[in-house]
DNA sequence: CGTTGACCTTCCCACCATGTCAAAGTCTAC
DNA sequence: GTAGACTTTGACATGGTGGGAAGGTCAACG
């Protein structure tokens, strides 16, 4: 039985985030010394380790508390795990897509820019027009009507 | 000069967001009406999109006051655009890769899952040993200790 | 026994960017 | 003059995390 911060430390969850997803319900409340401290069994310390592992691999909150709920079930399907996974993946690819749409078109316009000590800049003449994926204007006389 | 709703869809900023940016001084406090209504002229349009389209590239709010502060000078020198640019895009990159690394992971194991009735699934034990890249065990008995 | 320092408790605040909702005031068109 | 669409401010929520204050507890050392 140790304290939060032993626990913290054994599971690589922080005190704060352990007391937070004891907050939110997605451990059991800690049993509590006289003083009212915190102890953690072996057990405990098993779920956060689980819990962080998940949340490295981007699973939300949500989630984790699903895959807790079938990790306990001895007989759960194998299927309804895989299920919560791949909904993740889907969700994580759209997000790198996302993102790598921004890195082509910044990449694009940084290529574009000479990246001295002269004003015409094409990033800022893109950010002017706002209406094509790549202004690719001489970017002279950019800036606010003013 | 317009209301804060034609402004909003004028320029693709929610009003809320609109009122947002004035509160934290990324625009300058519009005028206002007799009654207090903000009154947007088309160079204020024009910041805002400018906003909008930034905020799409991923750009953060604080990035966005220093993209502003550029564009609105005219003698800036484009490297100090490009620098933004480039340590955005090595940002993005870096979000990018960490949600590969996440998604490799999850494919290979969600691979090895049979996704059928049967408890046993590798994405339970991987989540369980929390020690390796991907362990790949048989995946029986997954669960807590309880 | 007393003190010190490391720990624990709860509670509040902050982030970031956005949405929602409510109460109250204002404008416009009929 | 009234209805309906707008505006204002304000509060609260999201998600997951960090920080800190004010106060209680424990263990070690003298």
Same mark, same amino acid.
């Given at each position: 039985m140790?304290? #939060?911060g032993k626990a913290a430390s054994a599971s690589g969850v922080s005190a704060k985030m352990i007391r937070y997803y004891e907050s939110i319900g997605l451990i059991t409340p800690a049993q509590r010394? /006289?003083?009212?401290y915190r102890h953690y069994s072996a057990d405990d #310390?098993?779920?956060l380790r689980f819990?962080?592992?998940?949340? /490295?691999l981007g699973f939300s909150v949500h989630d984790i508390a699903g895959l807790?709920?079938?990790w306990r079930d001895q007989g759960r399907a194998s299927a309804d795990v895989k299920r #919560?996974?791949?909904a993740h993946i889907t969700a994580l690819q759209r997000k790198i897509d996302e993102l790598q749409g921004m890195v082509a078109t910044l990449q694009t316009l940084a290529e574009h820019c000479h990246g001295d000590?002269?004003?015409d800049c094409p990033i800022l003449a893109d950010l002017d027009a706002a209406d094509g994926a790549c202004g690719c204007s001489d970017g002279m006389s950019v800036g606010p009507r003013s």
């Open positions: 140790m304290n #939060i010394s /006289d003083a009212g #310390i098993h779920v819990i962080r592992r998940a949340r /490295d807790l709920t079938l #919560i996974a791949t000590q002269r004003p």
